[in-house]
């Protein structure tokens, strides 16, 4: 798999060092709060409600168990012996004692991993499908196109301290794993007529207060020019978006002021006196150097003679958990960190160890996280899958939640962010608990449910089947809910099902609704689906009935 | 607080004082203007495009970093540098050392600290990495990756 080499591991170690030198000015009284604080979260450090929250980039989900191991070993000798999985591919740690930061960081540049970019006003972590490259139909894989722009954006010096963050995923496959539409920008990779490769860009997507679908702005920009489009993009961001105005200072903001032709005109205009210079054509030598060190390690096995173990348990997890590779003999295999509880995405330290063990065991040493806060084992043979499976059981890693209700998405919360409203991580729990029954979750099925202590949104409660979003009314918490979102097949923001509900009836409100949901589906349709078909009042007037 | 600074002139690498007028006096007057020799000192918010016409008579040009967060003079630095090819100096006042490294590389070709900064290490901050990721306006002394 790819790994930085010697000359990206020394940029990491200048940047720590660098941000070393800042913290002790800012220790100092040489450096104020305010710039302190933009400089702390470009790299990637927040201060929160009880400590310092440190978010780790995971460049497109990918970790080594070599990674995964050195983020455990910051879990124990920085953190409280574990770590939180975000929905956007990175991981947070959240007791970190700000003097101790700059060792953190160095620890992690040998495993080549770091913070930088992972906050602020900047070109955030490139996210790409987790599924990338193992999947039949896809168009390609986004993987080097996602490190290649990762690069060029990194530390740039024109686009560094923009308006606002700036998010960006790329897609390569037919279904859409990343919600790029709900991203700033989003790439989308795509053959024209000729069955030349290029992206089609939406710009202008995002969540929060204000959730918007991004417009398309280009639909076809060759490979090898879109960098010089993308930095088009960011400048014109950069030079109009609204810097006057706390709540809108996105790039959707601008783009709706404009008007998505409008600002495609404007981006446009820009990209014709770049994209023939040569500087700013994609490398395509390192492309294909890249397509190298993304190759899956792993060669199609015939297994005619195996039989699967006939295993209740094993079957039921098998069912929920296990997706077919494109690669002859081999499985995908999705692993919950979801547990009674605990925070959606919080893996212990000892847990990181055993996954990077099994990791190496049975998965060619590689590990993905994905949005819904879950771990992927890209690459187990077929008949080791029961094999892994038992291992997993012994470790209490063999949820078999996948794609059910009981797998939640959900942000730290309350307990945690000082920028929540409510609580997550309880409601979570109590939803778990009263669907603990198994026989009753695979009935109902592929069900999503996502929750969001604010407006930032950080659990994506608009995109998902049921969206629970915390507020404060009269110093209590309570829950707005939406229903049917979705980016997966085509991107649609959930609509609001009617008042916001108090912390003490939400899980009745849900139970209700999928109870709408169940009474109303024919055969194996899905909740969208049964939403688009008989309207949003049957929900209605079950929960405020 | 920083000690943020309004110049009416600016020195120029010939140790000549060369008088600055505002973005708006110079697209109101830029016919007279451009006969002195002159300077034109830029906020973020100016539409560069709008001097792009007569570069060759602006004497040098001062952009204005004093807002640590707002980043539109990298992009101004950038199109006159890079884009417009300007001849004459692009001068970033009331610069900040942790944005050294950003300003050089778009395009600035000499900076005025903010005075809360003297007594540190300016090498440190303006050439703080061995590579660079990206093409921009100046590269120069980075390895390039990319």
């Known amino acids: 798999m790819y790994q930085y080499n010697a000359q990206d591991k020394q940029f990491l170690v200048e940047r720590v060092d660098q941000f070393e030198k800042q913290l002790k000015r800012h220790l100092a009284g040489e450096l104020d709060e305010s710039k302190f604080r933009s400089l702390r979260l470009r790299n990637g450090l927040y201060m929160e409600l009880h400590a310092h929250m440190l978010r780790i980039a995971i460049p497109y989900g990918i970790l080594s168990s070599d990674q995964l191991r050195a983020l455990a070993d910051v879990a124990d000798k920085y953190d409280r012996g574990f770590g939180h999985f975000t929905t956007r591919q990175n991981i947070q740690f959240n007791w970190i004692q700000l003097p101790e930061i700059a060792n953190l960081l160095r620890d992690l540049t040998d495993a080549g991993l770091h913070a930088i970019q992972t906050s602020g006003k900047a070109t955030r972590n490139i996210t790409a499908d987790p599924l990338s490259g193992l999947t039949e139909g896809e168009i390609e894989d986004a993987r080097p196109y996602c490190e290649l722009i990762r690069r060029w954006f990194n530390l740039h010096p024109e686009f560094s301290w923009l308006p606002g963050k700036f998010k960006i995923a790329i897609n390569g496959a037919k279904l859409d794993e990343t919600a790029l539409r709900i991203h700033d920008l989003g790439l989308r990779l795509v053959r024209n007529e000729k069955g030349e490769l290029g992206f089609s860009v939406f710009v202008g997507g995002g969540l929060g207060a204000a959730a918007m679908i991004g417009p398309e702005t280009a639909s076809f920009v060759p490979i090898v020019d879109i960098l010089s489009y993308l930095e088009s993009s960011l400048r014109i961001y950069n030079l109009k978006g609204r810097r006057d105005h706390q709540k809108k200072l996105r790039i959707k903001f601008l783009v709706r002021e404009l008007g998505a032709s409008e600002f495609s005109r404007l981006v446009d205009e820009d990209w014709q006196q770049t994209k023939d210079d040569p500087e700013l054509k994609l490398n395509l030598t390192e492309l294909e150097s890249l397509k190298k060190d993304f190759a899956l390690p792993i060669e199609p096995i015939n297994l005619d003679g195996f039989k699967e173990t006939v295993d209740f348990n094993y079957s039921i997890w098998k069912k929920n958990n296990v997706r077919s590779h494109k690669v002859l003999g081999h499985s995908i295999v999705n692993i919950s960190l979801t547990k009674l509880g605990a925070a959606p995405g919080d893996a212990t330290s000892e847990q990181m160890r055993i996954l990077a063990k099994l990791a190496d065991q049975f998965s060619s040493g590689e590990i993905r996280t994905t949005k819904r806060q879950t771990i992927v084992f890209p690459f187990v043979r077929k008949d080791q899958v029961f094999d892994l499976w038992k291992s997993l059981e012994q470790y209490g890693l063999s949820s078999p939640h996948q794609g059910t209700l009981a797998q939640i998405v959900a942000c730290p919360g309350r307990d945690y962010c000082d920028l929540a409203k409510a609580v997550s991580i309880p409601i979570a729990t109590r939803v778990q608990e009263r669907f603990n029954d198994m026989n009753k979750l695979l009935d109902i099925g592929d069900l999503n449910i996502n929750i969001s202590g604010c407006e930032n949104s950080c659990a994506h409660h608009h995109v998902t089947d049921i969206g629970l979003l915390g507020m404060q009314k009269n110093g209590e918490e309570y829950y707005q809910i939406t229903l049917a979102g979705e980016t997966l097949r085509e991107t649609h923001i959930g609509k609001k099902l009617g008042p916001s509900v108090s912390g003490e009836t939400i899980v009745d409100a849900v139970e209700n609704i999928v109870n709408v949901y169940i009474d109303n589906r024919q055969q194996e349709e899905k909740f969208t689906d049964v939403f688009k078909r008989i309207g949003i009042i049957p929900f209605k007037e079950k929960v405020y009935g | ?146």
């Not at chain 2, 309004?6 to 451009?34: A, G, H, M, Q, R």
């Not at chain 2, 006042?93 to 000499?110: E, K, W, Y």
């Not at chain 2, 440190?124 to 100046?138: L, M």
């Open chain 2, 1 to 146: 607080m920083d000690d943020i600074k309004n110049p009416t002139s600016l020195i120029n690498k010939d140790y000549e004082t060369i008088d600055l007028v505002t973005f708006e006096e110079w697209i109101e007057d830029s016919d007279k203007l451009s006969k002195l020799g002159v300077g034109v000192i830029l906020e973020p918010s100016n539409d560069v495009g709008l001097i792009k016409d007569k570069l060759d008579s602006i004497e040098l040009i001062a952009l204005d970093f004093r807002n640590f967060d707002d980043g539109r003079g990298y992009s101004q630095a950038y199109l006159l540098s890079k884009r417009w090819q300007f001849k004459g100096e692009i001068i970033g006042i009331n610069a900040h050392l942790d944005q050294l490294q950003f300003m050089i590389r778009s395009g600035i070709t000499r900076y005025q600290l903010l005075e809360s900064y003297e007594g540190f290490d300016e090498e440190d901050y303006s050439n703080g990495f061995s590579i660079c990721y990206q093409a921009a306006a100046n590269n120069s002394g980075l390895n390039l990756k990319y």
